[in-house]
């Protein structure tokens, strides 16, 4: 579980970080939603099986209330998702 966790918390880092830095910039700045719209779906599914397995792992990781409300609040950090597999999950 633990592995699958790191896959998803590493493409859900990585879609975060292009839908910050290259979708939302094209929108605003090149005037086309398109790439809002192509990583947006992929971006909120990771989201949330990302929030999901993180409730699963809580327990068998032995995350207290800080450290496992810093996981689940680095999901909404750019680059979050990559301190906490340095920090909790290698």
């Given amino acids: 579980m633990k592995n699958i966790f790191r896959i998803i918390s590493y493409l859900e880092g990585i879609s975060y970080l292009m839908l910050l830095f ?7 700045f090149g005037d086309d939603e398109s790439y809002v719209k192509l990583l947006g779906m992929p971006h909120g599914m990771l989201f949330v099986v990302y929030v999901i397995l993180a409730f699963m792992l809580k327990n068998e990781q032995k995350w207290e209330g800080k450290t496992f409300w810093f996981v689940l609040i680095a999901s909404v950090i750019p680059f979050g998702t990559f301190i906490v597999d340095k920090k909790y999950l290698k």
């Fill in 22 to 28: 290259i979708a939302v910039p094209v929108k605003y």
